[in-house]
């Protein structure tokens, strides 16, 4: 088997144990993460301008051909958001332009240029990367992945590679080295190039390490031994579990091992049946003992003292409250745990819970997530029992830079400020980056000072919308803000832009993440404003209503003109510029590499086989315990994990069950615990609904 060249920084120099075969800079400071590297490309058979680069002021523009603007948008504008989001900076391509703007910090611009560069190369031949240059590894980590298992690390139309682009944030790229020559590429397999933040990188080579690991057994575990980092801030922690532990560490659909990463702020991923924790030291230390915890379940029921104790938030609450919070197996109290990134334990014996009238439940993880798991029991809890959190509450801001601020609704504010199924209260803390909560008739926001006063305006600037139509002076300081953008639409076309109901704004808040509604200004024109801490999400809600306004535009003037709706009919799949309508050209999937002998056609990993071959599954012989099996990686499909048997699906996961299926966030994540019988009526955007 062909050995890398290099070490991975799962574990540290000085443990002497093991081999990978991926590479990374790692171990150097953060600083190094804002360095660069350069691309460059192969001469390729297209007849289109290379993209031409002109610097002018603070933004970068990049000339773009057709084929190259549609592909850089991606499906739904998907790759151009991923390359903002990754490389911190904004890039625009205004209505059809085909001059690609970058804005930002001189680092964030630089990294989005590289990365755009990576795309555009992408299209039509290979990306090659200069191993050599200075600033290669300050945001780059290569893995080296052997080509019989490359089909199946990329996945369907790179579904799998999509997948962990997702989950940690980073682009990934086959490439290749400049230097290298043809012989040794062939015989020294696929180059993955992980580009982002540190933590993400590391989430997402040791996530291609474990597809790898499942295709090839012992490929990097063969070797490995336990090893704990001395690392201060970074390292990496290894612990190798027995065969049989294996689904009871991983949980039922990858639960446990994602409430274990979640709670410990630590990165955690098993490769094969050892575990690898990445982090801090603090977080790793917290990661172990969790998983201590975990494992030592097995033999019966632990006991732990919370006291002296940062990262535990104890809640007590009523002991025929107990059962309902914890739900059927414990299914409510995992929802909570999944949707928080929290631990949660009960502290009590079953016989002191005779004689106690509350019971003692144990939220551990880090503080914003306790907090949001904590609101969320206490929500349930006032459910059942009315007035038991709230009896002596009083609505006002809390003066301490992390704390909660609480109003108490009047009339029928409760339900217009919940929405159907918990959607607004969930929209409006996304968008203001804050935790709220409704706890009986008061909404508590919790975070930081900024995130409350922020969730706060966002509350109240909704509930005014029940009187009727906002003026901007309503919303004090005229509606300027820093996380408000405003757009001025014209009124032929707000009722085709609002959609029945306010359907139309509310498909872009929910894309985005975004919260809208309208307003009039002085001059009485309607202004849609655009609320959202991000800027980024800010950004793409602006340019989906600009799409939505000239959609409008376009049907009308073929109405008018009498031919009736060709243009919106023929935008389709056709059309390079559909470019958040999730139409238009090809997606930079469809075309990434490796070399097209493993782009789907192949084998590789799809079919698994109940045995070696097959993902998790099989290849573990299939533990399928009470508890979900090998974790969420066994399907009961005889593929496994990593196998793709369902092609059909839209989420990309190891399998139709495992914890990156996330068909779980929507209906059952509505605040199904919150049993109380609110109106659920939709709100009608301020007035404009009978539009």
């Known amino acids: 088997m062909k050995r890398s060249r290099s070490r991975s920084p799962s574990y540290d120099r000085a443990s002497g144990s093991g081999r990978s075969r991926s590479r990374s800079n790692d171990r150097r400071s953060d600083g190094s993460d804002d360095r660069r590297r350069s691309v460059s490309r192969r001469s390729d058979s297209r007849s289109d301008e290379e993209p031409r680069r002109i610097h002018h002021g603070e933004k970068i523009y990049v000339k773009l051909s057709d084929q190259d603007a549609a592909f850089l948008l991606g499906k739904g504008g998907n790759t151009k958001e991923k390359i903002a989001r990754v490389s911190g900076a904004c890039l625009e391509l205004p209505g059809r332009s085909l001059t690609l703007e970058i804005t930002g910090d001189p680092e964030s611009k630089r990294r989005a240029k590289k990365y755009v560069d990576c795309v555009i190369a992408q299209r039509t031949g290979d990306v090659i990367l200069d191993e050599d240059d200075p600033h290669f590894s300050g945001d780059c980590t290569i893995v080296d992945v052997p080509s019989e298992t490359a089909g199946f690390v990329t996945g369907t139309r790179g579904s799998f590679l999509r997948m962990v682009e997702q989950e940690y944030g980073t682009l990934m790229f086959f490439v290749h080295l400049k230097g290298d020559r043809e012989r040794e590429r062939r015989s020294s397999g696929e180059k993955l190039a992980i580009f982002g933040p540190r933590r993400g990188r590391r989430g997402a080579e040791l996530k291609v390490m474990a597809a790898i690991e499942n295709k090839i057994p012992g490929h990097y575990t063969e070797d490995l031994k336990d090893h704990l980092s001395d690392g201060e801030d970074w390292g990496t922690d290894i612990k190798r579990l027995r065969m049989d532990e294996m689904s009871w560490a991983l949980g039922k659909k990858g639960a446990t091992r994602r409430k274990l990463a979640n709670a410990s702020g630590c990165i955690v991923e098993y490769v094969g049946n050892v575990v690898h924790m990445s982090g801090s030291l603090r977080e790793r230390q917290r990661a172990n003992e969790y998983l201590g915890w975990i494992m030592a379940q097995l033999d019966g029921p632990i006991e732990f003292n919370t006291d002296n104790r ?279 999937y469809d075309d990434r590499g490796p070399p097209s002998k493993y782009r789907r056609g192949d084998d590789y990993g799809y079919r698994g086989g109940g045995g070696g071959g097959g993902g998790y599954g099989g290849g573990y012989g299939g533990y399928d315990d009470r508890r979900g099996g090998y974790g969420g990686y066994d399907d009961r499909r005889g593929g496994g994990g990593y196998g793709r048997r369902s092609r059909s699906r839209s989420a990309d996961s190891y399998d139709s069950r495992d914890s990156y299926d996330r068909r779980g966030r929507g209906d059952n994540y509505r605040d199904d615990y919150d049993r109380r019988d609110y109106d659920r009526r939709d709100r009608d955007r301020g007035g404009y609904g009978r539009y």
């Open 310 to 588: 940062d990262d535990v938030t104890v809640l007590h609450i009523p002991q025929d409250c107990v059962g309902y919070v914890t739900g059927l197996k414990r299914a409510t109290l995992a929802r909570i745990e999944d949707e928080w990134g929290a631990f949660m334990l009960f502290m009590d014996r079953k016989e002191e819970s005779r004689t106690k009238k509350t019971a003692k439940l144990a939220i551990f993880g880090l503080r914003r997530n306790r907090r949001g798991a904590e609101l969320k029991v206490m929500s349930a809890v006032e459910g059942k029992e009315p007035k038991f959190f709230t009896r002596d509450t009083r609505e006002g801001d809390d003066p301490a830079d992390w704390g909660t601020d609480i109003y108490r609704f009047r009339g029928e504010e409760l339900s217009y400020a919940l929405g159907k199924g918990g959607t607004t209260k969930q929209k409006l803390a996304k968008a203001a980056a804050c935790i709220m909560e409704y706890v009986g008739e008061y909404a508590y926001v919790s975070g930081g000072k900024t995130e409350r006063r922020r969730g706060m305006r966002y509350l109240r600037w909704l509930l005014k919308q029940r009187s009727g139509p906002i003026h901007m002076d309503e919303l004090g300081r005229n509606g300027r803000y820093d996380d408000v953008s405003k757009i001025t639409i014209p009124k032929s076309t707000i009722p085709g832009v609002m959609g029945s109901k306010g359907s139309g704004l509310r498909s872009i808040e929910e894309e985005t993440g975004t919260f809208l509604f309208m307003a009039s200004n002085d001059s009485h024109e309607d202004v849609l404003l655009i609320c959202s801490a991000d800027l980024v999400s800010r950004k793409q809600a602006e340019h989906m209503v600009h799409a939505s306004v000239s959609d409008v535009q376009s049907r009308d003037d073929a109405r008018a003109r009498g031919g009736g709706d060709r243009w919106h009919d023929n935008r389709g799949g056709g059309s390079y510029w559909d470019d958040w309508r999730g139409g238009g050209g090809r997606d930079r």
